[in-house]
C-alpha cells in the first residue's frame, strides 16, 4: 500500500458518505454500506477502483466464511453504490453473488405469552414499550422513534414515521394504549420523546434528547422472554391487537 492510494481511498471514502447522505437513505443503510467500503478496502490495502472478478469471488468467499449472507449482501450493495456514485464506474458483476433463498416468518408471540412478558418486565419505561408496540404492531425501530405529536388522540391513531422504505403510515391507537401513553408520558414529561432514554434517570428524562436504548430494549427483551419459558427464536412483540396490560 502507498501513502497516494490510502490517500486516494480516505477522498473517495468522504465523496461516499456525502452521496449516501445526500440519497436520503436510511442510517442503518448509510452505516452498512460505508462499512462495507471500509471492509473492502482493508481488505485490498485500499485499492479498489479496479476491482475484477476473481478478486471480488476471493473476497465474498472469505468474508462468507466468518459473516452471513446478510452482511455479505450489503458488502455488495454498497461496493455496487461506491463504483456507480463516486468511482462513475459501470460494474458488469451484477449476478456475481447469488445468496440462496429463504423466507423465515419472526416467531409472534400469543396474547397470552405477551401479557406473561408485561407482567414479567419489571422496569416501567420497557413494560411501557413492549405494549405500545405489541398493541400497534410496531418494528423496534418504529416504536423507539415515536414522538409526542405522533399522537392523535382526537381521531385514535398514530402517525408512524419513516418506516420501512422510508414511507410513512397511520395505525390505528386502542383507548386502552392512548391511556397508558398518557399515564407513562405523566411520570417523564419529555416534550418530544414518548420513550426517552433512561441514562438520567427519571429526572433526566424530562431533558433526554435521544429515545430508549435499542441495545438495551432487545436485551431486556430476550431476559424476559427466557424468564418466562417462552421457546421461540428471535421472538417479536407484535402483533395489532391491544389488551389491559397486567
Given at each position: 500500500m502507498?501513502?497516494?492510494?490510502?490517500?486516494?481511498?480516505?477522498?473517495?471514502?468522504?465523496?461516499?458518505?456525502?452521496?449516501?447522505?445526500?440519497?436520503?437513505?436510511?442510517?442503518?443503510?448509510?452505516?452498512?454500506?460505508?462499512?462495507?467500503?471500509?471492509?473492502?478496502?482493508?481488505?485490498?490495502?485500499?485499492r479498489i477502483e479496479d476491482l475484477c472478478e476473481q478478486q471480488l469471488i476471493d473476497y465474498f468467499t472469505d468474508l462468507l466464511e466468518s459473516h452471513s449472507w446478510s452482511a455479505v449482501k450489503l458488502d455488495l450493495y454498497g461496493l455496487k453504490f461506491f463504483y456507480a456514485h463516486v468511482l462513475h464506474k459501470p460494474w458488469a458483476n451484477v449476478d456475481?453473488?447469488?445468496?440462496?433463498?429463504?423466507?423465515?416468518?419472526?416467531?409472534?408471540?400469543?396474547?397470552?405469552?405477551?401479557?406473561?412478558?408485561?407482567?414479567?418486565?419489571?422496569t416501567l419505561s420497557y413494560r411501557v414499550f413492549f405494549f405500545t408496540a405489541y398493541s400497534l404492531g410496531l418494528r423496534l425501530g418504529e416504536g423507539l422513534r415515536l414522538q409526542v405529536g405522533d399522537i392523535d388522540a382526537a381521531r385514535k391513531r398514530v402517525h408512524i414515521r419513516d418506516a420501512k422504505g422510508n414511507k410513512d403510515r397511520l395505525v390505528p391507537l386502542p383507548e386502552t394504549t392512548l391511556d397508558l401513553l398518557r399515564r407513562f408520558w405523566q411520570v417523564h414529561r419529555n416534550p418530544v420523546l414518548l420513550f426517552p432514554n433512561r441514562h438520567g434517570g427519571l429526572k433526566g428524562a424530562c431533558c433526554a434528547t435521544t429515545p430508549l436504548d435499542r441495545?438495551?430494549?432487545?436485551?431486556?427483551?430476550?431476559?424476559?422472554?427466557?424468564?418466562?419459558?417462552?421457546?421461540?427464536?428471535?421472538?417479536?412483540?407484535?402483533?395489532?391487537?391491544?389488551?389491559?396490560?397486567t
Amino acid at each position: 500500500m502507498t501513502a497516494s492510494s490510502e490517500a486516494d481511498f480516505k477522498r473517495n471514502y468522504e465523496t461516499h458518505l456525502k452521496h449516501l447522505q445526500l440519497k436520503g437513505l436510511q442510517p442503518k443503510t448509510i452505516e452498512a454500506y460505508s462499512r462495507a467500503i471500509r471492509r473492502i478496502g482493508a481488505y485490498f490495502e485500499h485499492r479498489i477502483e479496479d476491482l475484477c472478478e476473481q478478486q471480488l469471488i476471493d473476497y465474498f468467499t472469505d468474508l462468507l466464511e466468518s459473516h452471513s449472507w446478510s452482511a455479505v449482501k450489503l458488502d455488495l450493495y454498497g461496493l455496487k453504490f461506491f463504483y456507480a456514485h463516486v468511482l462513475h464506474k459501470p460494474w458488469a458483476n451484477v449476478d456475481l453473488i447469488k445468496p440462496p433463498k429463504a423466507q423465515r416468518l419472526p416467531d409472534i408471540v400469543t396474547v397470552e405469552e405477551a401479557k406473561r412478558v408485561f407482567a414479567a418486565t419489571s422496569t416501567l419505561s420497557y413494560r411501557v414499550f413492549f405494549f405500545t408496540a405489541y398493541s400497534l404492531g410496531l418494528r423496534l425501530g418504529e416504536g423507539l422513534r415515536l414522538q409526542v405529536g405522533d399522537i392523535d388522540a382526537a381521531r385514535k391513531r398514530v402517525h408512524i414515521r419513516d418506516a420501512k422504505g422510508n414511507k410513512d403510515r397511520l395505525v390505528p391507537l386502542p383507548e386502552t394504549t392512548l391511556d397508558l401513553l398518557r399515564r407513562f408520558w405523566q411520570v417523564h414529561r419529555n416534550p418530544v420523546l414518548l420513550f426517552p432514554n433512561r441514562h438520567g434517570g427519571l429526572k433526566g428524562a424530562c431533558c433526554a434528547t435521544t429515545p430508549l436504548d435499542r441495545g438495551g430494549v432487545q436485551i431486556t427483551l430476550r431476559k424476559v422472554v427466557e424468564a418466562c419459558g417462552i421457546k421461540k427464536r428471535s421472538p417479536r412483540i407484535v402483533c395489532a391487537t391491544a389488551m389491559q396490560p397486567t
